[in-house]
């Protein structure tokens, strides 16, 4: 098994490819904050997590047990904080000229999403995707659930995901 070294730390998380849930304890040095360490300049080709299960999204829900993996950043569609760890938000709440707009996205596997992503005031949902150049959009009050694994749904403040691997519908 793997020893952390003096600068590392672990962090409860939960990592979604196209086809896979990935929940284990993630290492990282102890600077980083885990809600935006995939979109910061430190982000790793591979997460090593440890005490791993991953868990099949293809609608079987069979899942396999490991004490270590590394996951490709590369291949990874969404990432949070498991729900029982406390996270600091990445925006100021009384920041002007900002709104939460409510969205569902939808990826494959129909793993949903159904969120809020803060924008300007001054623009749209759709126009903010088009124009946009990030890698990772933040959303955030977030609902995670899939038809395949009806027992699995989960409540978080605030998610990772990658745009480009899903479909999004603004509601109401």
């Known amino acids: 098994m793997y020893t952390l070294k003096d600068n590392e730390k672990l962090t409860p998380v939960m ?16 600077i980083v904050r885990i809600n935006i360490w995939l979109r910061s300049d430190s982000a ?6 440890l005490d791993a299960q991953v868990i099949s999204l293809t609608g079987n829900g069979k899942s396999m047990k ?12 969404a990432y949070h904080a498991a729900p029982s760890v406390e996270i ?4 100021m709440e009384n920041e002007p000229n900002r709104h939460m707009v409510p969205i569902k996205a939808v990826g494959k596997s129909f793993l949903t999403f159904s969120g809020e ?15 946009g150049r990030t890698s990772w959009l933040s959303l955030y009050n977030v609902a995670i659930s899939t038809p395949n694994m009806p027992q699995m749904r989960l409540e978080v403040p605030m998610l990772l995901m990658r745009p ?3 479909i999004f519908a603004p509601l109401a």
């Open 15 to 30: 990592f979604y490819t196209e086809d896979a849930l990935i929940h284990g304890k993630v290492v990282t040095t102890k």
């Open 44 to 49: 790793p080709k591979y997460a090593h997590i």
């Open 66 to 77: 490991f004490d270590e993996i590394f996951v490709p950043v590369e291949q990874t569609i």
């Open 88 to 91: 600091e938000l990445d925006y």
């Open 117 to 131: 992503n803060r924008i300007s005031t001054q623009t749209e949902f759709g126009t903010t995707l088009e124009v």
């Open 164 to 166: 480009e691997a899903f």
